[in-house]
């Protein structure tokens, strides 16, 4: 993604590597890579488009670097100088204030100009991912894995895969906590300080802790009424922020909330909606453009809810090609598994169209207003680690271990030992934790990071009023969508009443709740369910993928050397139609990820 790039210990480099991995990660023609500090060893750099979110403030003996947005700030630079006082005062507990309260999303670095030290500050949510690791006598801290892989390459220290990690992707779809896929190369927490002398040190300044519910005292309609006045406020902040606002517009409840949050703040928008096409669908789209391809179900209710709110709306037929799949593989480095190259497309054309764009996505809703306690009983850490491999595993964890080369006790344990470092007691708390924490930030967000190739892209879900009100609402109220249905019927009655497409009925409609009762139900027999929803999926989204090919990975593993198990992926290829199109799309990624070869 663009953003941000530093190095400390840059004389080992020289400077002529730092530009060559700096140019490497100029993924599209209307990038450029920005020099704004070469001092004392260190270089603050960036990579991005025009409008990417940098800002730059110097102080006496100081310069500060700003990735993203303080959105309800009046005077940002003021802000900015503020909140370095404190840092370089060590004052944790004004950094953790000024953390805890206000709409922000932001990576902050601050640089020292006498010693070349820096310090790193994450927002609480880590809207923006980076990733941090010391190679010898370097230390890098980058939003763009693929930056510190160049640079580890230059210093010749070639980045290993973490076998750990790997298994959790392919368990999950993500790996846990600050693991990457790279050995030595971390994440920076949210909500964390990582301080660069001579390596780096982190201090988590704010954690997430999800017991207690302030708002039980208040009926669903108070609540929904509370939060879609939140909504709207966020939905205000977020408008052009870079330029005109296009809504990333789905059949789903997300994305017609951030619709009718712009409608009910009378915001200027127009809505886009992707719909994958393959073989004679996409051949007819390419020749007649998406007009020649009829609308899914998921592209004809977005295209209700543009009309019920009467917002402009445009349906893109996008299409997935080796070439998209060979650029997301370089972009996100495995962390965004390839059968979403489809979208790349998309981005292409709406910024051919638009320029560049405000993005609005309803990223996070589905989690902030969702029941996200386990729905049944748990009695000991064990039993939840099992729960949360049964209902989020993709992989079953034997294969995810066989296929990684590792014991899958080995794999398991790294799982509850990540959950084991939650600071929550309630069990049910912890299992809200994961899905936040990891589900939610681990995966969710660089899905979101992804679309930043292309154009700044928001969501007010994550506006902090709106998580910190929505997180403190009881799950009684979320369950089965309850305080959803509040929520949307105050913002828009009207989009509240049209079909939630991945249930086939309106969420006031007694077909919804029969079929929501019946889905909670399954989700007594979590292998019965996960079936079930896969079955579902595959049949809104037609066929198997047609790009994959068995053999291109074995030739792949036979000729290349991989971290990989080759008897482990043999033998999911051996039975690939037992699998699903999820845990194939995995197995493929961490392959390629792990050869440098795209396979299919």
């Given amino acids: 993604m663009p953003g941000l790039s530093i190095v400390q210990g840059a004389d080992t480099v020289g400077a002529g590597g730092i530009s060559e991995s700096l140019d490497a990660v100029r993924f599209t023609d209307v990038y450029s890579a920005y020099d704004h500090l070469r001092a004392s060893g260190t270089v603050v750099a960036h990579t991005g488009y025009d409008s990417y979110p940098i800002r730059r403030v110097d102080g006496d003996g100081w310069a500060a670097f700003l990735e993203g947005y303080l959105h309800d700030a009046a005077d940002v ?20 204030e000024w953390l805890r309260t206000g709409d922000r999303e932001f990576l902050l670095a601050v640089v020292d100009g006498d010693t070349g030290d820096v310090t790193v500050l994450s927002d609480a949510l880590g ?19 693929k930056f510190v892989r160049h640079l580890a390459d230059r ?5 290993e895969l973490d076998r750990v990690a790997i298994g959790q992707q392919l368990l999950f779809g993500y790996s846990l906590g600050t693991r990457t896929p790279f050995e030595g190369v971390e994440q920076v927490p949210p909500g964390a300080r990582v301080d660069l002398r001579d390596g780096a040190e ?29 909504f709207v406020d966020a939905c205000r902040r977020r408008s052009e922020v870079a330029g005109p606002n296009v809504i990333s517009l789905s059949g789903g409840l997300d994305s017609r909330a951030v619709a009718a949050g712009f409608a009910r703040a009378e915001l200027p928008a127009v809505a886009a909606t992707f719909q994958r096409v393959t073989g004679d669908e996409a051949t007819a789209a390419a020749d007649g453009g998406s007009a020649a391809v009829g609308l899914d179900d998921d592209a004809a209710i977005a295209a209700s809810v543009a009309r019920a709110l009467d917002i402009p709306w445009r349906r893109y037929a996008v299409s997935d090609s080796p070439e998209a799949r060979a650029l997301l593989l370089d972009m996100k480095q495995g962390t965004n598994y390839l059968e979403m190259a489809f979208i790349l497309d998309f981005f292409e054309r709406v910024r051919a169209d638009y320029g560049c764009v405000t993005y609005l996505t309803g990223d996070g809703g589905d989690k902030v207003l969702a029941d996200l306690t386990a729905g049944r009983p748990l009695s000991t850490e064990r039993t939840l680690v099992r729960h949360i491999v049964e209902t989020n ?13 590792i014991d899958e006790k080995r794999l398991v344990e790294s799982v509850r030992e990540r959950i084991g470092s939650y600071p929550e007691d309630d069990l049910d708390a912890k299992h809200v934790h994961f899905l936040i924490r990891e589900r939610g930030m681990n995966w969710l967000t660089h899905g979101e990071d992804r679309n930043r190739y292309y154009f700044p892209s928001l969501s007010p879900f994550y506006a902090r009023p709106v998580f910190e009100y929505a997180m403190n609402c009881p799950p009684e109220q979320k369950a089965r969508r309850g305080l959803y249905r509040e929520f949307l019927g105050a913002l828009s009655p009207a989009v509240a009443d049209i079909e939630y497409a991945n249930f086939g009925a309106s969420l006031s409609s007694v077909e919804y709740r029969l079929k929501h009762r019946l889905y909670d139900g399954l989700s007594r027999f979590p292998s019965v369910k996960r079936t079930v929803v896969s079955q579902l ?48 799309a995995r197995l493929y990624t961490v392959v390629a990820l792990s050869t440098g070869e795209l396979v299919y």
């Avoid at 982190?202 to 006045?229: Q, V």
């Avoid at 992989?395 to 080369?405: H, I, L, M, S």
Wanted: aromatic content about 4%; some cysteine.
């Fill in 155 to 159: 210093l010749g220290a070639p980045l």
């Fill in 127 to 145: 809207r923006f991912p980076a990733y941090c690791a010391t190679v010898g006598g370097t230390t890098i801290v980058s939003r763009e894995l």
């Fill in 202 to 230: 982190a201090t988590w300044l704010h954690r997430h802790r999800f017991e207690g519910n302030e708002h039980a005292d208040r009926t669903p309609a108070e609540n929904a009424e509370a939060l879609a006045s939140r």
């Fill in 537 to 584: 999926r595959r049949r809104r989204s037609g066929r198997r993928d047609e790009l994959r090919d068995p053999e291109s990975v074995r030739s792949l593993l036979s000729a290349e050397e991989t971290s990989l198990d080759p008897d482990g992926v043999e033998a999911v290829l051996d039975s690939e139609a037992s699998y699903s199109d999820a845990e194939l």
């Fill in 393 to 405: 595993g993709i992989f079953p964890p034997e294969d995810a271990a066989r296929v990684a080369g």
């Fill in 77 to 96: 630079e003021g802000e900015i100088r503020s909140v370095v006082r404190s840092l370089r005062a060590g004052d944790d507990a004004a950094v953790r």
